[in-house]
């Protein structure tokens, strides 16, 4: 009994390191998933930050659900601003009924696993908060619950 109490216990200090370590190597790449050169019109950047500031989600009462309607062209360009000017990167968002396509790539510092951080997403619309159906980042697929668990807080 002592001696598989202490293979478990040496598998667990092993094993956890190894799997977050294999994670976060999946988690980045060597190149963006998406690159888009935008050049951003000042009525471009006015636009996007008005847009930003009537949606701001901090002036919300906290618990409370509110709708925001959007144009598809509206939310992608907001999306890709922020990306751009926030993290060295650019997205693309695709609306269709029901269901949002998200592809974004973000930049980050020298690091040994790669340089650019790659989120594809999949939401669904549903009576409350979106669902999502798809979540990558770089090549590591994850469960839409975990993606809805974030989003929920």
Excluded at 120 to 131: D, G, K, M
Aim: hydrophobic residues 45%; contains cysteine.
């Amino acid at each position: 009994m002592k001696r598989l109490l202490l293979r478990l216990c040496v598998a667990v200090l092993l094993g956890v390191p190894l799997a977050l370590g294999a994670a976060m190597y999946l988690c980045f790449e060597d190149q963006p998933l998406v690159r888009r050169t935008t050049e951003f019109k000042p009525d471009d950047v006015e636009r996007a930050v008005r847009l930003i500031q009537k949606h701001d989600p901090r002036r919300m009462k906290s618990g409370t659900l509110r709708t925001l309607s959007m144009r598809g062209e509206d939310l992608d360009l907001v999306v890709n601003y922020f990306a751009n000017r926030h993290g060295k990167g650019s997205s693309r968002i695709a609306l269709q009924p029901g269901v949002l396509t998200l592809a974004a790539s973000v930049e980050v510092p020298a690091s040994p696993f790669g340089r650019y951080l790659n989120v594809q997403a999949r939401l669904r619309e549903t009576a409350l908060l979106p669902a999502f159906d798809q979540l990558r980042i770089g090549r590591l697929p994850l469960p839409g619950r975990l993606g809805d668990w974030a989003l929920a807080r």
